[in-house]
């Protein structure tokens, strides 16, 4: 799906919640960027002629039938955003299989105005990377290269005693932890995989203490704290991470909760669905064959009595290799 290298002419949203509207209109019209309402899908007879570079959709407002059929009618390059309920989760997932449909922001929490502007903004810029842009400015980052399982273990410790150290509580230090150590593993183990045709279980011979390089590339550790959120990104050389790969991933783990999901020659099954589980916001920025960086924030204002706490948001931004800077993005 190619973005055009402007700021978005026009945008569309398909809500009849006045709350959101006023959002997004405040949000989006601050970046130069026109937005046209409509209640429901239907309202949609002139959305040829507009061509909307982002079209946002409630997912209150309009049934999945009624995205679908959306979409199926947009044959010009455009995004959709669609404001989720975690309630309706498995349903969000279905719909992001859509070609064009490929972000899920959870309204529950509620929606955020800075996750809408940094998605848009990311999609119009194609400058995907980088746990700063969710961040207020002047955070600073720490950062580590990690090439064996002791240099593994040795990080996702320095994290947890680097989130103590902020003062966060103890129960989401422990989430935090592991969601830190999956995302090592997925890169060291599961990435070399993919790219090399190697078999897991020969890399995970040398998944324990003393063991050599993993993979044949290292990859980068970065977390930074703003107060707000922590967050934690993990960066390989890759570049193998497929949006329905973690679809298929997260619905079929969402399908068969309490069951072993784990292949032991690709893994990420099971261990992917308690990341999404354990995050306030999942972000996995790809330049296929070269780079995945996958971005886990963690929400501090909230705590586990919180109703919202386990609410969700997932994106995914692609951007194409041989396109440099007309580059192609979509994001989940």
């Known amino acids: 799906m190619k973005s055009p290298m402007k700021?978005?002419?026009t945008c569309v949203c398909v809500t009849n919640d006045v709350k959101l509207r006023r959002m997004v209109r405040r949000t989006l019209q601050a970046t130069g960027t026109q937005v046209t309402f409509a209640d429901s899908c239907d309202d949609l007879s002139n959305l040829s002629k507009l061509h909307p570079a982002i079209i946002i959709v409630d997912q209150q407002s309009a049934d999945t039938d009624a995205v679908t059929k959306l979409m199926a009618s947009v044959t010009w390059p455009a995004n959709l955003l669609l404001v989720g309920n975690w309630e309706r989760?498995?349903?969000?997932l279905n719909l992001l299989y859509q070609e064009?449909?490929?972000?899920l922001l959870c309204r529950e929490a509620p929606l955020e105005e800075d996750e809408l502007v940094v998605t848009s903004i990311?999609?119009?810029s194609h400058d995907i990377f980088g746990l700063e842009k969710y961040l207020t400015w002047g955070t600073v980052a720490h950062e580590a290269t990690i090439?064996?399982?002791?240099?593994k273990r040795a990080a996702v410790q320095k994290i947890a005693d680097f989130a103590q150290s902020v003062g966060i509580r103890r129960h989401a230090i422990s989430r935090i932890e592991v969601v830190a150590?999956?995302?090592?593993m997925n890169a060291l183990y599961d990435a070399p995989v993919l790219a090399q045709g190697a078999s897991r279980a020969d890399l995970m011979k040398r998944a324990i203490p003393g063991g050599g390089a993993v993979g044949s590339e290292s990859v980068l550790l970065r977390y930074a704290c703003d107060g707000r959120f922590l967050a934690l990104s993990v960066q390989d050389s890759y570049g193998q991470l497929r949006k329905n790969k973690v679809l298929d991933q997260l619905v079929r783990a969402s399908e068969e909760k309490g069951q072993p999901l784990r292949d032991p020659n690709l893994g990420a099954g099971l261990g992917l669905y308690f990341v999404m589980q354990s995050v306030s916001r999942f972000v996995a920025n790809v330049k296929p064959g070269e780079t995945t960086e996958v971005i886990c924030l963690f929400d501090l204002r909230k705590n586990a009595k919180d109703p919202y706490y386990d609410a969700h948001s997932l994106h995914i931004f692609t951007i194409d290799p041989d396109e440099d800077a007309e580059a192609m993005v979509s994001t989940v």
Request: hydrophobic share 35%; proline share 0%.
């Open 181 to 184: 150590d999956e995302l090592l």
């Open 147 to 151: 090439a064996t399982y002791d240099e």
């Open 7 to 9: 700021m978005i002419d």
């Open 100 to 103: 064009q449909c490929d972000n």
């Open 89 to 92: 989760w498995e349903e969000g």
């Open 122 to 124: 990311k999609l119009l």
